[in-house]
């Protein structure tokens, strides 16, 4: 009876245990079901977060153009086709597998069976993002589209075409600084350079939005009937580089460069009457010894200009002190000194006594100094404030990040000495980026306006202006129209018979001045230079102004501006006047050159004259020459360039049996 009532009890025990096990089963439930309630919506947005997201689309990044048209950067999208190997029908898949591959066959040339088994056996795996094409352009991704069963579209057919846009730039590496990009890191910070990060407002258009589904670890199938925002596209940007200008510039800058093995070097081309950069080329050695655009040098690079700021001497001093050219300095044979600091000519013998004019043609370091102290000694706020109204002081305010900052010192603030005065009239004590040079230079050749620099023409959507860029004049005067005229024929007279006279040409004139700076100079063993010439072509109505600065050239090849820089000069300009006929001959159309006719007229003289026997054609351009030869019959032979200097069959006599003539130029 008792082990019974033992039992019983044990089954009631046991009993109890589960019913309240049930109960603490149940109860436990209802707490789930009651958080699940209260918290339903942030679980619903954790499953949606994991099954579904919301991406970004990135709109077409907008084209930038050079002056004529050209692609300097344009965006390039390439598409990625997947195919969802689940989402067709039985129906759908069965009837257009065989064709699907025979298309696709065509298309990537691979066998159809190759595609029959690829399909089915992605059906079969039930794989929803099996790729059938990388990186295929907008034609091929057309032809895609419209294959049998994927021509049914996202939701029937299992189609997913995915684009990527990159950005690529047709000059390659020339151009690069200018040029620039817009690019964020993986740690999301963003680098805007050149014309692509200044003006990345209107070429980087809007974003847009679509829904992704999860379909496996790290994958994402976009949904077909998701709600997607569209992304607006980013607008064109013209701006002023010329191509051929530029190409011209960066060839020739790093002929020189190579040459004189120098670290690095600016060369810049501007439009006088605009202000339009035409070209800006830096280049400097890279770390595996070849010369590449890695910095922009001619915006963001300050530097003691040296000679060619003495032109922004001569220009103060006739405004500001009212002399002229012919103002007459004793160099005192070659050296002067102030507070114990000696300034030397590079000619040690000096110049005698000579003129302002002669002064800036020899670049003579004693005269321009002698003759700033002696008119602003006493008083160099006057010569200062005049460099400051003249817009030395201060940035130009380019829409590119990174102008370097200028430096003038003033008068009684930190940074003025006793020399400060002297040391800036040779260009010394103070620093410029090559770019504010040159607006200096073009503002002489534009009679005194200065213009702020002009990279950008226009913004456009298609043939729609949406914003058109003119220019701005940053000093409407910055001398007298007589004064800039003055200084042009001084600077012309420079190349003619001065500094740059190994630079002259007959063939077209140049304006200019030449520079030849000293650099790390506390330091005799850094010691290095610095070489450039500034100036404008053609000299008497000046249509292009230009700046070369190389740094550092070997010292044992040669470091004088009108050597090292000069020839980059020389080079553009007679590159530009070939290629666009600069030589006035559609401004002055109606007028007619004596030379022209005078050849002329002896071209005609010949071709009437001479049937049988050889006519005499010495000191004759080449084409003419060869039409006259090729008119009697003769096979011409070149050697050189330029006119006929010697010719093989002399002048007068008879053709008789000869069938070739050599013509020899120079």
Request: aromatic share 8%; with cysteine.
């Amino acid at each position: 009876m008792n082990t019974e009532v033992q039992k019983d009890k044990i089954i009631n025990l046991h009993t109890i245990l589960v019913v309240a096990g049930l109960f603490i089963f149940a109860l436990s439930i209802i707490v789930k079901l009651i958080g699940l309630y209260i918290n339903g919506d942030k679980y619903r947005q954790l499953i949606e977060e994991n099954t579904i997201k919301e991406f970004v689309i990135e709109p077409n990044r907008g084209n930038l153009y050079s002056d004529d048209g050209s692609l300097l950067a344009t965006s390039v999208t390439r598409y990625d086709i997947h195919f969802d190997a689940v989402t067709p029908s039985k129906k759908d898949f069965d009837t257009n597998l065989k064709p699907l591959s025979d298309s696709l066959s065509k298309i990537f040339n691979k066998p159809a069976s190759h595609y029959v088994e690829t399909l089915k056996n992605a059906r079969n795996r039930k794989v929803k993002y099996l790729l059938i094409g990388r990186g295929l352009g907008w034609d091929e991704c057309s032809r895609i589209k419209k294959l049998p069963l994927f021509s049914l579209g996202g939701i029937r057919g299992g189609l997913i075409v995915e684009g990527k846009t990159s950005r690529e730039y047709p000059l390659g590496a020339i151009a690069h600084r200018i040029v620039g990009y817009d690019r964020t890191d993986d740690q999301g910070n963003v680098f805007r350079v050149g014309l692509e990060g200044a003006f990345s407002k209107y070429l980087s258009g809007v974003q847009g939005k679509h829904l992704k589904q999860k379909i496996a670890q790290g994958q994402w199938k976009p949904i077909a009937d998701g709600e997607e925002i569209e992304p607006k596209d980013g607008y064109d940007v013209v701006s002023t580089i010329n191509i051929n200008i530029q190409d011209i510039a960066h060839h020739a800058l790093l002929a020189q460069l190579e040459k004189y093995q120098a670290d690095h070097g600016c060369a810049i081309v501007m439009e006088v009457a605009t202000g339009e950069i035409k070209a800006i080329s830096n280049l400097g050695l890279n770390s595996e010894g070849k010369y590449a655009e890695r910095f922009n040098y001619a915006l963001g690079e300050t530097y003691e200009p040296g000679s060619v700021f003495k032109t922004m001497s001569l220009v103060t001093a006739m405004e500001e002190a009212q002399i002229d050219t012919t103002y007459v300095v004793d160099t005192k044979k070659g050296v002067i000194s102030f507070y114990g600091q000696n300034v030397w000519d590079s000619n040690r013998k000096g110049y005698g006594k000579i003129n302002l004019s002669k002064a800036i043609q020899v670049s003579s370091n004693t005269a321009i100094v002698q003759m700033i102290h002696d008119v602003f000694g006493k008083d160099p706020k006057k010569f200062v404030g005049k460099l400051n109204k003249m817009h030395l002081n201060k940035k130009l305010g380019l829409p590119v990040a990174g102008e370097g900052e200028p430096y003038l010192p003033q008068p009684n603030q930190r940074g003025w000495s006793g020399i400060a005065l002297e040391w800036m009239a040779f260009g010394y004590g103070l620093k410029m980026t090559p770019l504010q040079v040159l607006t200096f230079y073009n503002a002489i050749a534009n009679n005194g306006v200065m213009l702020k620099p002009r990279m950008i023409k226009e913004v456009k959507q298609w043939n729609k202006s949406i914003e058109k860029f003119d220019l701005e004049v940053l000093n409407s005067s910055i001398c007298s129209e007589q004064t800039a005229t003055k200084v042009k024929k001084v600077l012309e007279n420079t190349v003619k018979y001065g500094t740059g006279k190994s630079l002259y040409s007959p063939h077209f004139s140049m304006a200019g001045k030449t520079g030849t700076s000293q650099k790390d100079y506390s330091d005799k063993d850094k010691l290095g230079y610095i070489s450039s010439f500034a100036g404008f072509f053609p000299a008497d109505t000046p249509k292009y102004s230009c700046l070369v600065v190389i740094h550092n050239p070997d010292k044992k090849i040669g470091y004088y501006g009108a050597d090292v820089s000069g020839p980059v000069f020389k080079s553009i300009a007679q590159k530009i006047y070939t290629n666009s006929l600069l030589i006035d001959t559609i401004d002055h159309i109606e007028e007619s050159s004596q030379e022209v006719e005078k050849n002329y007229k002896r071209y005609d003289e010949i071709l009437s004259k001479y049937k049988t026997i050889v006519p005499n054609v010495i000191g004759m351009s080449a084409m003419d020459a060869i039409a006259i030869m090729e008119n009697l019959g003769l096979n011409v032979i070149i050697t050189g360039k330029g006119k006929v200097k010697e010719q093989s069959i002399q002048g007068g006599e008879p053709i008789g049996r000869n069938k070739s003539i050599k013509l020899t130029l120079s």
